[in-house]
């Protein structure tokens, strides 16, 4: 650790910032995010906390700067903002999230008294998952991509994922981090951390035989359509006729689906401009073979500000579910005036939506009730709890589009499936563009659709009941218990460290 202070440790934390994107969807090279963290808990060592804060942000530049890369297509390509514009806003949203691992770093210097490695070490852990919950929560309604829990849906950490979610996961995966750390340089607790670790992987390899909750009904046939309308000729009306006719044949494929899912706005049109016309006929159709459709569409309400992304039932089972969790400089623009330049710049059909309420009753199909989410919203799991334990599957519908060719649509579908994991329900994502699919409470991909073609894919799902330990508490629960282990731990290495002077003086 005498090398702390060497400029190889700066040039090398953009570097772990990429591996630790590499660990997520579409490339899962899972174990890089234990080495990257790894790296950079070791370069906050024996150091000022503003070098740990350059580190940490130069490590968020290069996580960032390759994992959300996909912002620039959204902006440029379908957002049509100009090429020095795109690279701008993208330029500086890349730089306002790598503020956060900056943050972490500093705190992680800053909170602990100087030559206390061992306890600083123990508080990193907690520092970068109570920083991870305020940028998932928090601030402009908060932006959970790029969460160190989701690279490990496939690892034995995600055994864990039921009792304690994506915050409690996630720090296991850095407590592993830091644990390497003292193995490595500072040579103490060697037994008892060796044996720590491998206790806590192979347990999480153990909770993976654990079945949480229990079918409570018969299986439920679904068809999800993956429609794979262009973005940049959705919204044009003089296409409008030839979508919506589109989804309707390929919905009567399928009337012997029990459930049958369009994705995101999959009607270009407001609820009172088709219902009549359209809507109306179709949910006739799906009650004469026994079908719902699950459909997603915006909705124009009586004040002229009242517009909703929403979702509706037809069928056996009327309903309407009206998106709560907004996407920020999508679908509304937080801090005005600030914000209003960017809006001026990027030309989005539909904008400056309202947000629903957070108790909504559930929506019904197939005969159960099912928890809905709407793109952006499967990022956050308190939505995908809040129905619980009445829900007996979930469904999002999402439209990726704006991102094109990207590596979104993966991260997004990794997101997606932590959702079923935390909840032991099965999932039914439909998506304009993909990845459409149908996950398992396990978080396994039953059947998928490729991105970019037109698709209907066809499964069966169990209702299930009960709830996973984590369902019952939530997050809030378990960064409570963090945020009171790290001022213990803070409390605790003030008085060692006052002690030891004590000690040394005498």
Same mark, same amino acid.
């Given at each position: 650790?005498?090398?702390?202070?060497?400029?190889?440790?700066?040039?090398?934390?953009?570097?772990?910032?990429?591996?630790?994107?590499?660990?997520?969807?579409?490339?899962?090279?899972?174990?890089?995010?234990?080495?990257?963290?790894?790296?950079?808990?070791?370069?906050?060592?024996?150091? $000022?906390?503003?070098?740990?804060?350059?580190?940490?942000?130069?490590?968020?530049?290069?996580?960032?700067?390759?994992?959300?890369?996909?912002?620039?297509?959204?902006?440029?390509?379908?957002?049509?903002?100009?090429?020095?514009?795109?690279?701008?806003?993208?330029?500086?949203?890349?730089?306002?999230?790598?503020?956060?691992?900056?943050?972490?770093?500093?705190?992680?210097?800053?909170?602990?008294?100087?030559?206390?490695?061992?306890?600083?070490?123990?508080?990193?852990?907690?520092?970068?998952?109570?920083?991870?919950?305020?940028?998932?929560?928090?601030?402009?309604?908060?932006?959970?991509?790029?969460?160190?829990?989701?690279?490990?849906?496939?690892?034995?950490?995600?055994?864990?994922?039921?009792?304690?979610?994506?915050?409690?996961?996630?720090?296991?995966?850095?407590?592993?981090?830091?644990?390497?750390?003292?193995?490595?340089?500072?040579?103490?607790?060697?037994?008892?951390?060796?044996?720590?670790?491998?206790?806590?992987?192979?347990?999480?390899?153990?909770?993976?035989?654990?079945?949480?909750?229990?079918?409570?009904?018969?299986?439920?046939?679904?068809?999800?359509?993956?429609?794979?309308?262009?973005?940049?000729?959705?919204?044009?009306?003089?296409?409008?006729?030839?979508?919506?006719?589109?989804?309707?044949?390929?919905?009567?494929?399928?009337?012997?689906?029990?459930?049958?899912?369009?994705?995101?706005?999959?009607?270009?049109?407001?609820?009172?401009?088709?219902?009549?016309?359209?809507?109306?006929?179709?949910?006739?159709?799906?009650?004469?073979?026994?079908?719902?459709?699950?459909?997603?569409?915006?909705?124009?309400?009586?004040?002229?500000?009242?517009?909703?992304?929403?979702?509706?039932?037809?069928?056996?089972?009327?309903?309407?579910?009206?998106?709560? $969790?907004?996407?920020?400089?999508?679908?509304?623009?937080?801090?005005?005036?600030?914000?209003?330049?960017?809006?001026?710049?990027?030309?989005?059909?539909?904008?400056?939506?309202?947000?629903?309420?957070?108790?909504?009753?559930?929506?019904?199909?197939?005969?159960?009730?099912?928890?809905?989410?709407?793109?952006?919203?499967?990022?956050?799991?308190?939505?995908?709890?809040?129905?619980?334990?009445?829900?007996?599957?979930?469904?999002?519908?999402?439209?990726?589009?704006?991102?094109?060719?990207?590596?979104?649509? $993966?991260? $997004?579908?990794?997101?997606?499936?932590?959702?079923?994991?935390?909840?032991?329900?099965?999932?039914?994502?439909?998506?304009?563009?993909?990845?459409?699919?149908?996950?398992?409470?396990?978080?396994?991909?039953?059947?998928?659709?490729?991105?970019?073609?037109?698709?209907?894919?066809?499964?069966?799902?169990?209702?299930?009941?009960?709830?996973?330990?984590?369902?019952?508490?939530?997050?809030?629960?378990?960064?409570?218990?963090?945020?009171?282990?790290?001022?213990?731990?803070?409390?605790?290495?003030?008085?060692?460290?006052?002690?030891?002077?004590?000690?040394?003086?005498?």
């Amino acid at each position: 650790m005498r090398f702390s202070n060497s400029k190889y440790w700066d040039l090398g934390s953009p570097i772990a910032g990429i591996l630790l994107t590499l660990s997520f969807a579409p490339f899962n090279y899972v174990y890089l995010a234990l080495a990257a963290l790894i790296f950079l808990f070791a370069s906050w060592q024996n150091i $000022h906390p503003g070098r740990a804060a350059l580190r940490g942000y130069l490590f968020g530049l290069g996580s960032f700067g390759l994992g959300v890369s996909w912002v620039y297509i959204s902006v440029h390509d379908f957002g049509g903002a100009d090429l020095l514009s795109s690279i701008i806003l993208t330029s500086l949203f890349i730089m306002f999230w790598a503020l956060f691992p900056a943050l972490c770093g500093y705190l992680s210097v800053r909170l602990m008294p100087p030559n206390t490695n061992f306890l600083q070490l123990l508080a990193i852990p907690l520092i970068w998952v109570l920083i991870e919950y305020v940028r998932g929560y928090l601030l402009l309604n908060g932006f959970p991509w790029l969460q160190v829990a989701y690279s490990q849906l496939n690892t034995p950490l995600a055994g864990y994922i039921p009792l304690v979610g994506g915050y409690g996961t996630g720090f296991l995966l850095a407590f592993t981090a830091s644990a390497v750390v003292i193995l490595m340089f500072y040579k103490k607790h060697l037994v008892l951390l060796t044996v720590i670790i491998t206790a806590l992987w192979s347990i999480g390899i153990w909770l993976q035989t654990i079945k949480w909750t229990q079918a409570i009904g018969s299986p439920i046939k679904a068809s999800l359509i993956q429609g794979n309308i262009s973005q940049d000729q959705k919204w044009k009306v003089e296409n409008r006729n030839h979508t919506l006719q589109k989804y309707k044949l390929m919905t009567e494929e399928h009337w012997d689906s029990d459930v049958i899912v369009w994705p995101e706005t999959a009607v270009p049109a407001f609820l009172s401009e088709v219902n009549e016309s359209f809507l109306l006929p179709l949910r006739a159709e799906a009650i004469k073979n026994n079908t719902d459709l699950i459909i997603s569409i915006p909705i124009k309400e009586n004040l002229p500000h009242e517009k909703y992304n929403a979702a509706i039932t037809l069928g056996k089972s009327d309903g309407i579910y009206r998106k709560s $969790h907004l996407l920020p400089f999508g679908e509304y623009f937080p801090l005005q005036p600030l914000s209003g330049f960017i809006s001026n710049i990027l030309d989005i059909p539909l904008s400056n939506f309202s947000p629903g309420g957070i108790d909504q009753p559930l929506l019904k199909a197939g005969g159960y009730p099912f928890i809905t989410s709407i793109c952006y919203e499967d990022a956050f799991s308190d939505v995908s709890v809040r129905g619980l334990p009445e829900a007996a599957y979930l469904v999002n519908v999402t439209n990726d589009a704006w991102f094109g060719d990207s590596i979104e649509p $993966h991260q $997004h579908m990794q997101i997606a499936r932590m959702r079923a994991m935390e909840t032991g329900r099965f999932l039914l994502r439909a998506t304009n563009t993909g990845i459409t699919a149908i996950v398992s409470p396990e978080g396994k991909i039953i059947n998928q659709a490729p991105l970019f073609q037109t698709k209907t894919i066809t499964g069966t799902i169990i209702p299930m009941g009960g709830m996973t330990p984590y369902s019952r508490f939530g997050d809030r629960a378990i960064v409570n218990v963090m945020g009171t282990l790290l001022l213990a731990l803070i409390v605790y290495s003030r008085v060692f460290q006052e002690g030891r002077a004590i000690s040394i003086a005498t």
